[in-house]
Nanobody
Framework: QVQLVESGGGLVQPGGSLRLSCAAS????????MGWYRQAPGKQRELVAA???????NYADSVKGRFTISRDNAKNTVYLQMNSLKPEDTAVYYC???????????????WGQGTQVTVSS
């Protein structure tokens, strides 16, 4: 089992920045895709950004130009740099990975516990 632990959430004013981190640990595994989802009050969980092991990225339209996802494969860690934050970015942010075990063929998924991001004056 892969465990994901998020950090970096908090309270920030509109226009401010936060950097989220998610570290993966556990048995030997291959992290095919790592990403960030968020769930705001009254809304469904949505994909914010994702990055493959090779560095390909994709973003939700609402965060393009403001957020940047990156990963450090040596540290099994994914980051989300969030700039120009808006109140609408307020949500619980969840780290996610799609991975395979060594010698495994099936894709597996793991979720972090979530970290609260609040953008407010």
């Amino acid at each position: 089992q892969v465990q994901l632990v998020e950090s970096g959430g908090g309270l920030v004013q509109p226009g401010g920045s936060l950097r989220l981190s998610c570290a993966a640990s556990g048995i030997i595994f291959n992290l095919k895709t790592m990403g960030w989802y968020r769930q705001a009050p009254g809304k469904q969980r949505e994909l914010v950004a994702a990055v493959t092991a090779g560095g390909s990225t994709n973003y939700a339209d609402s965060v393009k130009g403001r957020f940047t996802i990156s990963r450090d494969n040596a540290k099994n860690t994914v980051y989300l740099q969030m700039n120009s934050l808006k109140p609408e970015d307020t949500a619980v942010y969840y780290c996610n990975t799609v991975y395979t075990k060594v010698l495994g063929v099936a894709d597996l998924r793991s979720w972090g516990q979530g970290t609260q991001v609040t953008v407010s004056s």
